[in-house]
């Protein structure tokens, strides 16, 4: 075991996972946090923080993870590597093992012009992957990147994101084995509603042996209305939505219960796919709907493992 972190044991211990993620506030509002913490303690395994996602200036995800944690809930820092050099990447991986952070997902960032500063400048001194092998090898050889040596290396379980569906589609599972082979020891996909075409993915996947390499965990995006649905359609870019479910969503009486179901029913797809290892929740601005979801899933109680919480996990209702 490389970091002790409840996912990593929840995944090593063969148990279907459960991630969620909060996206930070845009303002020094740390109980936000804390009151979005609420609606995951006891339902998930993790919950993801975002890094000023979609480049827009947030609460940083080293102090929301922190915060989190002091909720009682586990959190995964997202790292991106649009705003820092290399130097202050490790910096703030030390600083947030030092903090009680175990889990860290490492992405590139999305570029800067789609923010609120589209004047910045980016840095991407290193890439995504380069930032797995930094990460690994602070971990495993207490080495920094320039060789340089660590009394204290930070034991950290690793992640990394992975895109199904983007174009060309037989590239993005050699980009998903380079990123394994760099030190990801956990993957977290974009978000799925294209079942058969991630059924395809996950073919080439096992055709590489890279579940038993790392922890895949398929993305769940709960949708509130056809609307969102057309937009992540037309808009967002690598996304593979079927018509059938837009219709479907534009049919229903009540948008955000179809919402739920549709959610409820890709969980139990997902999960009968050869090397799914959970699932990865995001919410977007929904948090509130993880409890329902995830009892709806049948994916209640969490597995519990006490001796490595810092506060009191919150019991998760039991089903029935």
Known sequence: MKSGSNLEKVLTSGQF????????????????????AEYFRGYVDSVNLTDNQTAI??????????????????????MTCRDRNRIAIQSDVLGAY???????????????????????????????????QILKNM????????????????????????NPF??????RVLRLAKKVKAGADFIQ??????????????????DLGLPEKTFI??????????????YMKSEVAGMSVPDELIERMSK???????????????????????GVHGVHIMPVMWEQVIPQLVEQAGLLPRPRFEEEQTTPAKEAPAKG
């Open 252 to 274: 229903a009486a009540k948008p955000q219960e179809e919402g739920v179901k549709i959610a409820v029913e890709l969980i139990q797809q997902l999960r009968e796919i050869k």
């Open 139 to 162: 971990r495993d050889e207490k080495k920094f990147q320039n060789g340089e040596e660590m009394k204290v290396e930070p034991r950290l379980f690793i992640g990394a994101a992975a």
């Open 17 to 36: 996972a459960v991630c969620g993620e909060m996206g930070p506030p845009q303002s020094a509002d740390g109980k936000s946090i804390k009151k979005k």
């Open 217 to 230: 965990l398929a993305g769940i995006i709960p949708v509130r209305s056809v609307k969102a649905l057309q």
């Open 98 to 132: 030092a903090l009680g952070i175990k889990n860290i997902l490492a992405i590139s960032g999305d570029h800067q012009k789609f923010g609120n500063h589209p004047q910045s400048k980016n840095v991407y001194d290193i890439d995504s992957l380069q930032l797995l």
């Open 166 to 171: 983007a174009d060309p589609f037989e590239f």
């Open 189 to 206: 996909t974009q978000g799925v509603f294209d079942v058969p075409r991630f059924k395809r993915w996950m073919e080439m996947v096992r």
């Open 57 to 78: 200036v947030r609460l940083s995800s080293i102090a929301s993870a922190h915060l989190l944690l002091d909720a009682g809930v586990e959190p995964v820092m997202q």
